[in-house]
């Protein structure tokens, strides 16, 4: 028994939308192939949120649901809702206030956070900070994006990677040692040009001259934030695991943001994780942006055992990247 309070994962659900775009797919929208594809991104299919009138907070609502009845809880009970989201229902009200209504969540205040494939590994680390000062004691955090909403079907560059997605965590108190141990979060601004959205902001708001010319999606630099993310994200992965004295033998699981497999391999390499102890589901679900990590805790749930050390990793757009380290709390 520890005498600190730590936070920890107590459920977790995961949800992805029916529709599949697969590469022969895509195909008949951009010049690519499969083999193309698969090699350089490791991406088979993905998925597409297609309901009429609806958007991420409606996605993602069974994932929510099925935490509230994994952890026994009480939509009152819940103290702090945390949406990690760049794809949010509207620019305001926030998707976590949409997600609290949903739920019944009258006790709870709520926003969300937004640092592209990053966001719910800061969303983790925020959440967990009220946990730990003893304020709360059910902090729920969702990580969910409705891509397709912002990408562009004719720009290859960036159709193929992504897809529709995302999935919840119940963080609650615990003083046995495990939940989350420690965690590295970085940022830097001047990579903000090499992967963003160029308008509907403050900067260039909406009109008919900024959707004409499909500033409205997803815009990437492919070389240059494939090197800045092989390298920040394998580099904060082996930082968190040498500051708590932790070796490739130590860890159960590598939770990789699932941008493309080739950064994943690097991020293994780098820490010494054998791949066979690497989560991965890009080649079915494609980048799910901030959906991928908890997705990938929910398929291989059955798998973690209490007290397996885990660390979760990421890149996105901003730049933004980090490492957690946790200690998983229960048995499935």
Not at 30 to 42: A, F, L
Not at 120 to 146: H, N
Request: include cysteine; hydrophobic fraction near 40%; glycine fraction near 10%.
């Amino acid at each position: 028994m520890s005498n600190k309070i730590q936070a920890a994962i107590t459920a977790i659900g995961g949800c992805v939308p029916p529709d599949i775009i697969t590469n022969a797919d895509l195909e008949k929208l951009v010049e690519t192939n499969d083999e193309w594809i698969v090699s350089r991104t490791g991406i088979k299919e993905r998925r597409v949120y297609r309901e009429e009138g609806k958007g991420t907070m409606n996605m993602v609502m069974p994932a929510i649901w099925d935490v509230l009845a994994k952890s026994n809880t009480k939509p009152e009970e819940v103290d702090f809702i945390i949406c990690a989201t760049t794809t949010p229902d509207y620019v305001f009200p926030a998707t976590a206030n949409l997600i609290g209504a949903e739920i019944g969540a009258k006790n709870a205040f709520g926003y969300d956070v937004q640092a592209a494939c990053s966001g719910f590994l800061y969303a983790l680390v925020t959440g967990s900070q009220f946990v730990e000062t003893g304020k709360f004691k059910k902090v729920l955090v969702v990580g969910a994006d409705k891509m397709s909403s912002i990408v562009n079907y004719h720009d290859r560059a960036t159709c193929i990677i992504f897809g529709d997605g995302g999935g919840a965590v119940m963080l609650e108190p615990t003083m046995d040692g495990n939940g989350i141990c420690d965690s590295i979060l970085r940022s830097d601004g001047n990579g903000a040009q090499y992967l963003m959205m160029d308008a509907g902001g403050s900067r260039r708001p909406p009109s008919h001259e900024t959707v004409d010319a499909k500033q409205h999606v997803v815009r990437q630099e492919g070389a240059i934030v494939f090197k800045f993310a092989v390298t920040n994200m394998a580099e904060v992965a082996a930082e968190v695991m040498q500051r708590n004295n932790l070796v490739a033998d130590d860890i159960a699981w590598l939770v990789p943001h699932q941008a493309n497999k080739r950064i994943i391999e690097a991020t293994a390499s780098r820490t010494g994780i054998s791949m066979d102890k690497v989560m991965l589901n890009i080649e079915k679900f494609g980048n799910t942006t901030n959906g991928t990590i908890p997705l990938c805790l929910w398929e291989y749930e059955k798998k973690l055992k209490k007290g397996d050390n885990l660390i979760l990793a990421a890149f996105g757009g901003g730049f933004t990247w980090g490492a957690v380290y946790l200690k998983w709390a229960y048995n499935s």
